[in-house]
């Protein structure tokens, strides 16, 4: 069971949009439309931000929008806000009740 | 609204057992998965296991071995133990409940240190 792919770390404008690749394999990622992303802010719980490949929780703002291709889920946000500088993180169901987190991307807003 | 509380100590010597318990408000605990997921300092996040109300229980394999999760539903709270500690265990541990798409609960996280 290894940890998601996922970048290291992404920065954009305010305004701007930035997409967050989260890289697993047939096992995870490829084989379920069960992959979540959560926001982290420091010293702060993750909060969930999209679940289903593309569903939003209510209260997130429609800013923010995942998909899947193959392997590879990934996560866009748009019209970047100060506010959404944080740590992202994917996490995918793996089967026989095991999940799996990526290793989480630190998102910079410049 | 759900809650989420974990307790236990917060310094662990290597080579001991480290405890810790979640407790469950707002909600009942049977129905559900629950989770422990952890995250050392400055690092990522890492999912350790989960059990569910009835007791049945499923770890990360790269704990297997070191890891029991238990849950008490008289008290409405579930518990992990990890055995044979090292420094490489000092983590925030983080409570949370599991549903096969998402996490939608967290507890707030605890600091556990591994030290001498």
């Known amino acids: 069971q290894s940890a998601l792919t996922q970048p290291r770390s992404v920065s954009g404008s305010p305004g701007q949009s930035v997409t967050i690749s989260c890289t697993g394999a047939s096992s995870d990622v490829g084989g379920y439309n069960f992959v979540s992303w959560y926001q982290q802010h420091p010293g702060k719980a993750p909060k969930l931000m999209i679940y289903d490949v593309n569903k939003r929780p209510s209260g997130v703002p429609d800013r923010f929008s995942g998909s899947k291709s193959g392997n590879t889920a990934s996560l866009t946000i748009s019209g970047l806000q100060a506010e959404d500088e944080a740590d992202y993180y994917c996490c995918s169901y793996a089967g026989s009740y095991s999940w799996v987190f990526g290793g989480g991307t630190k998102l910079t807003v410049l | 609204q759900v809650q989420l509380q974990e307790s236990g100590p917060g310094l662990v010597k290597p080579s001991e057992t480290l405890s810790l318990t979640c407790t469950v408000s707002g909600g009942s605990i049977s129905t559900y998965y629950w989770s422990w997921i952890r995250q050392p300092p400055g690092e990522g996040l890492e999912w350790i296991g989960c059990?569910?109300?009835?007791?049945?229980?499923n770890y990360n394999p790269s704990l297997k071995g070191r890891v029991t999760m238990s849950v008490d539903t008289s008290k409405n709270q579930f518990s992990l133990k990890l055995t044979s500690v090292t420094a490489a265990d000092t983590a925030v541990y983080f409570c949370?409940?599991?549903?096969?798409?998402?996490?939608?609960?967290w507890g707030q996280g605890t600091l556990a240190t591994v030290s001498s």
């Open positions: 949370a409940r599991q549903q096969l798409n998402l996490v939608d609960y």
């Open positions: 059990i569910y109300y009835s007791g049945t229980t």
